[in-house]
């Protein structure tokens, strides 16, 4: 649904040997701040294992095709990194990325704050407690309440039909 709306360019790949006709997807429709921002216009849900975008906009408006409000709203570029990893995922991206996942990566204090490791108190972070810290950041989303969608949809096939 989301690039359906878009525009249609002529391109080349060859050097003008031939064209095709192809959507412009690198048009770029921003969501306004006034929606963003607006507390009354959106509820906070915490990402479940395994929900994808697609999962929770047929959950919550009931058509997986708008999983590109969810994206929009939260600003999610590539749901490969900004969405939250399984823990499956997870321990493979550490182990790909880290020599030893269960190496020490900092310390804290009790209050939270990274400190030296020769601060009395200070606690061993290891490489895969950070990285699962990160990722369960990106489990708290802000979803656009069902009645307000059909506005957004449609304001959204306004700006892109304008262009």
């Known amino acids: 649904m989301y690039f359906e709306q878009f525009p249609k360019t002529f391109y080349s790949l060859d050097d003008n040997k031939s064209v ?3 959507t412009n997807i690198f048009l770029r429709v921003i969501l306004s701040d006034e929606i963003k921002n607006n507390l009354t216009l959106y509820e906070l849900y915490d990402i479940k294992e395994g929900e994808t975008p697609e999962i929770i ?4 408006y009931g058509d997986p095709k708008l999983h590109w409000v969810i994206c929009h709203l939260n600003e999610i570029i590539d749901p490969r990194f900004d969405w939250p990893l399984s823990t499956k995922n997870l321990k493979s991206y550490c182990e790909t990325k880290y020599d030893n996942i269960f190496g020490i990566h900092h310390y804290i204090n009790s209050e939270g704050y990274i400190v030296n490791s020769t601060v009395p108190g200070a606690t061993s ?3 895969f407690q950070y990285e699962e810290q990160l990722n369960e950041k990106k489990r708290r989303i802000r979803l656009l309440k069902p009645e307000f969608i059909r ?3 449609n304001d959204f096939k306004n700006i892109v039909s304008s262009v």
């Not at 906009?57 to 919550?60: G, H, I, L, N, R």
């Open 57 to 60: 906009a047929d959950q919550f």
């Open 20 to 22: 095709q006709l192809v």
């Open 125 to 127: 972070v290891s490489n």
């Open 151 to 153: 506005n957004v949809v």
